[in-house]
């Protein structure tokens, strides 16, 4: 038994560092999640909670000002504030916490304290502490730390409205919300085929993966292997621009005149006044309570 489980580990080894078996596997796990997780936020889209009960325009319109909310509050008191009522939103339409709070904060304090990591050597304000490595001093401010906080809960505060609109609300039925907002027809549409066609181009990549795997023996050089995918990538672009176009053609033959028409009839009831009522009144104590502490 030892001797198999060595032999194991070798064979494993030896595929690791053939990196062919290795790296497809990745992508074609990597494809296959990013399907999974989209197939999965489509069924929480149509479980039976609070916020997927109420009518598509007025979440959109009640998350646009939460949003705007948010970039326009000046504290901490108030985007927490912000931050409780979307949890509280998500527990209530019953999506799993850890999922929906996991999705947001685990990449958003990386990418957006990268962005404003720069700034807080270069706000005024008391330094924390002054470090001299030669002629360069890193000497960060109070003032700096402050501000950068504040960008990062601003930033994880709207993409966490954003991503309980999306969770909670099915895509046609956002992307006719938008479109009573008056939002551009052209912007509607083209956002609707990017959305689809992101995963059909997916499952493309995934099917010449696939058929690659099952077709190579042995290993391949790594000159080989950019060759493929190179190659690849071209035959994907060219698939896409004559995918496009045969379409287009196919919904012009079908009566497509550029509007985006979804089978469903949209209905404001008192429970969606009062949910819109409710997210304008969180929105605007957010403002007014940075207002008062700044």
């Known amino acids: 038994m030892t001797a198999m489980v060595a032999d194991s580990r070798a064979s494993d080894g030896r595929r690791a560092a053939d990196g062919r078996i290795g790296w497809l596997e990745k992508t074609v796990g990597g494809i296959a999640g990013s399907v999974e997780r989209a197939i999965f936020t489509e069924r929480h889209a149509r479980s039976k909670g609070w916020l997927q009960r109420r009518d598509p325009r007025a979440k959109l319109a009640g998350f646009l000002a939460a949003v705007v909310a948010a970039s326009l509050a000046t504290s901490i ?8 009522a979307t949890l509280a939103a998500a527990r209530a339409s019953r999506v799993p916490f850890g999922f929906f709070v996991k999705r947001v904060w685990l990449g958003i304090p990386f990418f957006a304290g990268i962005v404003v990591l720069p700034s807080i050597f270069f706000v005024p304000g008391d330094r924390v502490f002054d470090l001299a490595l030669g002629s360069v001093h890193l000497a960060p401010s109070w003032n700096g730390l402050v ?12 993409v966490s409205l954003a991503v309980l609109l999306v969770l909670t609300t099915p895509w046609a039925s ?3 919300s938008l479109r009573a907002l008056h939002t551009p027809q052209v912007f509607v549409l083209v956002l609707s ?3 689809r066609y992101i995963f059909l181009f997916l499952h493309t990549a995934n099917g010449i993966l696939m058929a690659r795997k099952s077709r190579v023996v042995g290993r391949t ?16 672009m060219s698939r896409s621009f004559k995918m496009s176009n045969d379409v287009y053609a196919a919904m012009l033959a079908r009566g497509f005149t550029g509007e ?4 469903s009839d949209f209905r404001m009831r008192p429970a969606d006044w009062a949910g819109l009522a409710g997210a304008l009144a969180v929105s605007l104590a957010a403002v007014l309570v940075s207002g008062v502490r700044g």
Do not use: H, P
Request: glycine share 16%; hydrophobic share 50%; proline share 0%.
């Open 174 to 176: 956002l992307l006719k």
């Open 260 to 263: 985006l028409r979804v089978y």
């Open 221 to 236: 050089s790594g000159v080989e292997q950019r060759r493929w995918i190179t190659g690849t990538m071209g035959n994907l």
């Open 77 to 84: 008191v108030g985007l927490a504030l912000l931050y409780a």
């Open 147 to 158: 501000g950068a906080g504040l960008f990062v809960s601003r930033v994880g505060v709207s």
């Open 193 to 195: 085929m990017t959305y």
